[in-house]
């Protein structure tokens, strides 16, 4: 039987401090690996499906507009979906432009 390990962080190997030198040779030793941040039209694509998961009618320019604003970090971009159908929903207002700029306003996000 194979084990296989999976560590994700926000820093390579060598950047972290503090860790044990049989732990840090462990790490250089595997396959390290950046992961970028995805395409306008993967980001897209990835919050259209979140939407349709929730089964929540969020117009294609109110995606765009969240996947546009928010590029780097994907928790904060499918959080802002998330908050902008749970919004909707709890106020009763359709999902537009206004909704969508209050919610990214409150998570630091200029709508443009």
Known sequence: MELTVALAG?????????????????LFSGVVSCVRAPERTARVEI????????????PEDIVRL?????????????????KVIAYARVSGHAIDK???????SQLGVDAA
């Open 10 to 26: 926000n820093a390579p190997p060598e950047k972290l401090g503090g860790l044990d030198p049989c732990l840090a040779s462990r």
């Open 47 to 58: 919050l259209s499906r979140l939407a349709r998961q929730a089964q929540a009618d969020v």
């Open 66 to 82: 969240i996947a546009t604003q928010i590029q780097e970090d994907m928790r904060k971009m499918t959080g802002a979906l998330r």
């Open 98 to 104: 206004n909704l969508a700029g209050e919610v990214l």
